[in-house]
Structures are given as C-alpha cells and as structure tokens.
T-cell receptor
Framework: GAVVSQHPSRVICKSGTSVKIECRSL??????MFWYRQFPKQSLMLMAT?????????EQGVEKDKFLINHASLTLSTLTVTSAHPEDSSFYIC?????????????FGPGTRLTVL | GQSLEQPSEVTAVEGAIVQINCTYQ??????LSWYQQHDGGAPTFLSY????GLEETGRFSSFLSRSDSYGYLLLQELQMKDSASYFC??????????FGKGTRLHILP
C-alpha cells in the first residue's frame, strides 16, 4: 500500500528557533498533502492544505507566516514552524490522499512530536 | 461548515461487540470514513461509506444512513489490541478530511 514518511519523528528545540518537518510520499505522487496538529487526547485539527506548484491553503486561525509550507515536488511537502514557542509543542502529522476509488482514504505519516522548551 | 459528534469514551469487554456512533452536519456530503489511532501513532484508515447500508471488513463493519446524517462503526470479537481512539471523518471539497473529536475505546479483560 501507499506509504507516507515523516522526518524527524521527534524533535526538541529551544523557544525562538525554527523547525522543519518533512513529509514524503514514498511510492506515489501527491499533488496535495495535508498537515494536521494534534494535542494530547484531542482530535486531529487540519492546519493547511499543501499544493504542489502553488501556495498552501490555510485553515481559519492558522498563521501562515508562522507555519510555512512548501510543496517542493510531487513527493515532498515541508512544514516549518518558525520562532517556535512552548505552545507550539504538539504532534504534527501529514497525510496524502491515495487518489484511488474515491474511498476518502488518506495515508498518514507516522507523525512528528515537537517539544519546544 | 462541517461538524461531527461522537462519544468521547466507550468501554467494552474483550470478546464482546461495541458500536461507536457518529452524527454529522455537512454542507456537502462526500462519504463518511473511520480511522483508528493508537496512542502515539498515526491514524490508519478503517472504512468508508458513500451509500446507505453496511460495509463489512473482517471484524469491523461500518454503517451509514444519509437521511439521518448518522453512521456507526461496529467492532466484533473485541481484542485488547483494539484499544485505541476511533475517529469518524467526512471529506470536504478538495479532498480535505475533517475529523470528529474521537472516541477512546477501553477494553476490559
């Protein structure tokens, strides 16, 4: 089946620094990828839609200047958390639609646990 | 906009059957999906219903009633490994998936 990878799986950084998270589709091309954030014991909240070759589309309340998204190729999207603060500590997950059979199926990356000190 | 309601927690006994309900409000409907997520892991796709009725995949089944804006996930022959959070989800325009708040399933031996 389709595989989505994320790197790094875990990152700890100091407040004020920037962190880049990569999301790759390993065996299929993804013109669209999605970035979610999940706080402990809560649901996945969609942050933005990453579009290959064009600007990302952000959900209401998500600061586009803080969460920079670049969809560099058909297999890679990156999320950069700029000037990270402790409240940005969360589990960040990317996903890509499989594009098959209209099943609403998406494959998720394994997630990145970000801790900002 | 989209909104989904599901119970926050459900407890069941190993070997039993459990049903997790989901009601939704959507501006357009493109099917109801279910995802499973273990603690610390990523969500994994379980099932999808676009039309009314029951879809069965092994021990898991999913039901949809579009007229009632309602669906459920049925888990049979519960195993301890089924302890996880279960999310119902709907697709928005452009393939965005909007998740419910999730139901945490506790399984007792």
């Amino acid at each position: 089946g389709a595989v989505v990878s994320q790197h790094p799986s875990r990152v700890i950084c100091k407040s004020g620094t920037s962190v880049k998270i990569e999301c790759r589709s390993l065996d299929f091309q993804a013109t669209t990828m999605f970035w979610y954030r999940q706080f402990p014991k809560q649901s996945l909240m969609l942050m933005a839609t990453s579009n290959e070759g064009s600007k990302a589309t952000y959900e209401q309340g998500v600061e586009k200047d803080k969460f920079l998204i670049n969809h560099a190729s058909l297999t890679l999207s990156t999320l950069t958390v700029t000037s990270a603060h402790p409240e940005d500590s969360s589990f960040y997950i990317c996903s890509a639609p499989t594009g098959t059979s209209g099943r609403n199926e998406q494959f998720f990356g394994p997630g990145t646990r970000l801790t900002v000190l | 906009g989209q909104s989904l309601e599901q119970p926050s927690e459900v407890t069941a006994v190993e070997g039993a059957i459990v049903q997790i309900n989901c009601t939704y409000q959507t501006s357009g409907f493109y099917g109801l999906s279910w995802y499973q997520q273990h603690d610390g892991g990523a969500p994994t796709f379980l099932s999808y219903n676009a039309l009314d009725g029951l879809e069965e995949t092994g021990r898991f089944s999913s039901f949809l009633s579009r007229s009632d804006s309602y669906g459920y996930l049925l888990l049979q022959e519960l195993q301890m490994k089924d302890s996880a959070s279960y999310f119902c989800a709907v697709r928005d325009l452009g393939d965005k998936i909007i998740f419910g708040k999730g139901t945490r399933l506790h399984i007792l031996p």
